[in-house]
């Protein structure tokens, strides 16, 4: 099964508004990672939060991690139509090196 | 420079054939990953491998087998392909555990 699940499945927003997108996840982690995937092309890597991390920040993306609620968040500010893509999160469980990814976000930025 | 390689980018063939997809990185990685992406986007590791251990996912059929060649090359070898098998497949590479993965192309399957 899926390690995690993210809501919403679906976001569309005016350029200039923030995007929130969430993940959830099931297990221990090392850490948890945020991948963009625009249409037909391959992942490329945001942003590592490590499991003893709170919140990072990368230009206009910030990340939260919620060991507690085994939960965490990323933030898009002020987004442009270039940031229309999916956003999956994945997690590198305790012990393993692989990632098991979420679900995905279809962000959409309308100009 | 591609960091991480993947050929073909598209491959249409019919069930029962036997195919190959290669993946090369030269980030001087120490594991390499194959993973597939379905067509509602759900993205599962397949393989993870490094020159000590090969992990397969155990949902993943036999038909699939990962050769690597030396240290920058993954292969995926598939026999006898299935309608099911039609995906993205996606190659991936990082230095060592705890860091980013880096993700080739994919290649598109197309089984009819």
């Known amino acids: 099964s899926q390690q995690g699940e993210e809501d919403p499945q679906a976001l569309s927003i005016q350029e200039g508004e923030n995007a929130t997108m969430n993940c959830s996840y099931k297990?221990?982690?090392?850490?948890l990672q945020w991948y963009r995937q625009n249409s037909g092309r391959g992942l490329v890597h945001l942003i590592l939060i490590r499991s003893n991390e709170r919140e990072k920040h990368s230009g206009r993306l910030r990340v939260t991690l919620d060991t507690s609620k085994k939960s965490s968040s990323l933030l898009i500010t002020a987004s442009r139509a270039a940031d229309t893509a999916s956003y999956f999160c994945a997690t590198e469980r305790t012990g393993a090196n692989n990632l098991f990814f979420g679900t995905g976000t279809r962000l959409t930025v309308i100009p | 420079d591609t960091a991480v390689s993947q050929t073909p980018k598209y491959l249409v063939t019919q069930m029962g054939n036997d195919k190959s997809i290669k993946c090369e990185q030269n980030?001087?990685?120490?594991?390499m990953y194959w993973y597939k992406q379905d067509s509602k986007k759900f993205l599962k590791i397949m393989f993870s491998?490094?020159?000590?251990?090969?992990?397969i996912n155990e949902t993943v059929p036999n038909r699939f087998s990962p050769k690597s060649p030396d240290k920058a090359h993954l292969n995926l070898h598939i026999n006898s392909l299935e309608l099911g098998d039609s995906a993205v497949y996606f190659c991936?590479?990082?230095?060592?555990?705890?860091?980013?993965?880096?993700f080739g192309q994919g290649t598109r399957l197309t089984v009819v």
């Open positions: 297990t221990s982690i090392n850490n």
């Open positions: 980030l001087g990685h120490d594991t």
């Open positions: 491998y490094n020159n000590k251990e090969l992990i």
């Open positions: 991936a590479s990082s230095p060592t555990e705890d860091t980013e993965a880096f």
